[in-house]
């Protein structure tokens, strides 16, 4: 199992930027994804980004494509999800994930077996 600790949520105007971290330990995770996800009120949860830690390589969805960036630090355990140009419609409760694989799904709840508790971030008009 994987303990995921997200930081680095609060309140910014829109316009602006927030970078949200997200520690890992436990078990080893070369082989994991890594993935964030955003829960705004009254909605269900949705993909935001995902990386391989092995590769790096990254997917995003298409509404923060441009905007958001997903990089991760192995010395550190520790994925980051850089925010730029916020909405107010970006305002939720953001999660990171640790999945076993970076696969065709890797958008999709299912993919992943490790949640952190979430942090709150809310963009103001």
């Known amino acids: 199992q994987v303990q995921l600790v997200e930081s680095g949520g609060g309140l910014v105007q829109a316009g602006g930027s927030l970078r949200l971290s997200c520690t890992a330990s436990?078990?080893?995770?070369?082989?994991?994804?890594m993935g964030w996800f955003r829960q705004a009120p009254g909605k269900e949860r949705e993909f935001v980004a995902a990386?391989?830690?092995?590769?790096?390589?990254?997917y995003g969805a298409d509404s923060v494509k441009g905007r958001f960036t997903i990089s991760r630090d192995s010395a550190k355990n520790t994925v980051y999800l850089q925010m730029n140009s916020l909405k107010p419609e970006d305002t939720a409760v953001y999660y990171c994930?640790?999945?076993?694989?970076?696969?065709?799904?890797?958008?999709?709840?299912?993919?992943?077996?490790?949640w952190g508790q979430g942090t709150q971030v809310t963009v103001s008009s």
């Open positions: 990386i391989s830690w092995s590769s790096g390589s990254t």
């Open positions: 994930a640790a999945g076993s694989r970076f696969g065709p799904n890797i958008d999709r709840e299912y993919e992943y077996d490790d």
């Open positions: 436990g078990r080893t995770f070369s082989s994991y994804a």
